[in-house]
């Protein structure tokens, strides 16, 4: 079992930054994909990066350049480094851990960009 909690969200500018994070607990994720969706109000959940380890990162055409996903293996967490934000970007953010097979989902935190 994994168990995810995002934080970091709140209300920002357009064009200022957030980070969001990630904090994983119940099991080591140390090896297991990593990565970030969002949900807009009346839209579909959608991708925005993905982390399995340096090198095997992917991104969102909408975020390139503006976000950067990371993670701290010895802390079990993840992180979405937010810059550059849009109005568009208004969503939940969701934090998402793919292991042995499993989906694990965290609860989401809140991003609002004004215009």
């Known amino acids: 079992q994994v168990q995810l909690v995002e934080s970091g969200g709140g209300l920002v500018q357009a064009g200022g930054s957030l980070r969001l994070s990630c904090a994983a607990s119940g099991s080591n994720v140390t090896v297991a994909l990593m990565d970030w969706y969002r949900q807009a109000p009346g839209k579909q959940r959608e991708f925005v990066a993905s982390?399995?380890?340096?090198?095997?990162?992917n991104y969102a055409e909408s975020v390139k350049g503006r976000f950067t996903i990371s993670r701290d293996n010895a802390k079990n967490m993840g992180y979405l480094q937010m810059n550059s934000l849009k109005p568009e970007d208004t969503a939940t953010y969701y934090c998402h851990v793919r292991k042995a097979g499993l989906d694990y989902w965290g609860r989401g935190t809140q991003v609002t960009v004004s215009s």
């Open positions: 982390i399995i380890r340096i090198g095997l990162i």
